[in-house]
Structure formats: C-alpha cells, structure tokens
C-alpha cells in the first residue's frame, strides 16, 4: 500500500546546514563540496574514521555514515560478512555494511525527517556519537578477522569482552 505525501516541502533550514554548523562549531576538519552532503574527518581510539552526512531529498532521511579503512582480501570475505551479520544482530541503531569494491566497512543509519521535520544539533550529535561508538566498539572484531585469522565469532567474542570489577 502507498500512502501519498507531499513532495517539495519547504524546509526552514537545510539539514546538512545544521551538520556543518555543528561541524563550525566542535572545530572538526570537514569539507561539503555539495548542497546535499558534508564530510567530517574524526580521530578515533583506533583508527581515523570518515563520516558522510547526506541529506537524501526524495526520502526526506538524513544519511550518516562512518567508515574506515578496511582491505578485505578474497580468502577472508566470507568470514568478514559473517561478523558483519553478527554485529548487526546486536545492534539497535544502525548496522554495518561492507563496501568490497572500495575496501571499506561502515556504520550507517538515517533519521528520517518527513513532512518537513527540522533536525536539530543534538539529533546530529547523537548520530555522529552512535555511528562512532558502534566504529570504536567492533573496530578491533573486524581486525581480529582479518588480521588474526579469528573466525567472526571467535573475534566479536574477544572484541566484545567486558571485566567486572577491579583487580
């Protein structure tokens, strides 16, 4: 079933404009080369992390999306949409995706804004800080993969391991 709904709709202020003067504001490195997107660069526990905020028009959804490097050999490709399945079955907000093409595995989710919803900074905050959270959070699973040879068990177990207490 589809449900009509109005297209065109006036927007008091474009959304990623909001994004870049949160970007302004926080001194972060970003570029926007285009109306519809914004690039910020972020520092990371353990990685540098790329981050795209895209307004997408006809779905009325503000994209986010955080990556970082990641070269996926063949052999290990199985295994890493494995652990990719795995994280995403715990996650809330977001999920991950693997781009093989480029290399590069991502977080992204979308806030939708229809019927001309405004976004506000701390909507743009929370996206940037779960999209970074989740990064920092499995980084290590993805590495554990690829570079230990881990099964996507194996390492979203050793990535995920939290102590209790102190020693």
């Not at 202020?13 to 080369?33: G, I, K, M, Y």
């Not at 905020?53 to 295994?79: I, M, N």
């Not at 290399?103 to 001309?116: E, K």
């Amino acid at each position: 079933m589809l449900i009509a709904s109005e297209k065109n709709i006036e927007r008091a202020e474009h959304p990623v404009d909001v994004v870049e003067q949160l970007a302004a504001t926080n001194d972060w490195s970003f570029d926007r080369d285009d109306e519809n997107e914004i690039s910020i660069s972020v520092a990371g526990g353990w990685t540098d992390y790329h981050v795209a905020f895209t307004w997408l028009e006809d779905l009325e959804t503000l994209h986010v999306s955080c990556g970082f490097e990641l070269r996926v050999p063949e052999r290990r490709r199985a295994e890493v949409m494995a652990l990719i399945a795995a994280i995403n079955e715990q996650m809330w907000v977001g999920h991950f995706d693997l781009w093989p093409a480029d290399g590069v595995a991502m977080h992204r989710y979308g806030l939708l804004l229809a019927g001309g919803a405004q976004p506000s900074g701390a909507q743009c905050t929370a996206l940037l800080d779960t999209a970074l959270k989740a990064c920092e959070r499995y980084y290590q699973a993805f590495q554990f993969v690829l570079w230990a040879g881990k099964s996507a068990r194996e390492a979203l177990d050793t990535a995920t391991f939290e102590t209790k207490g102190e020693a």
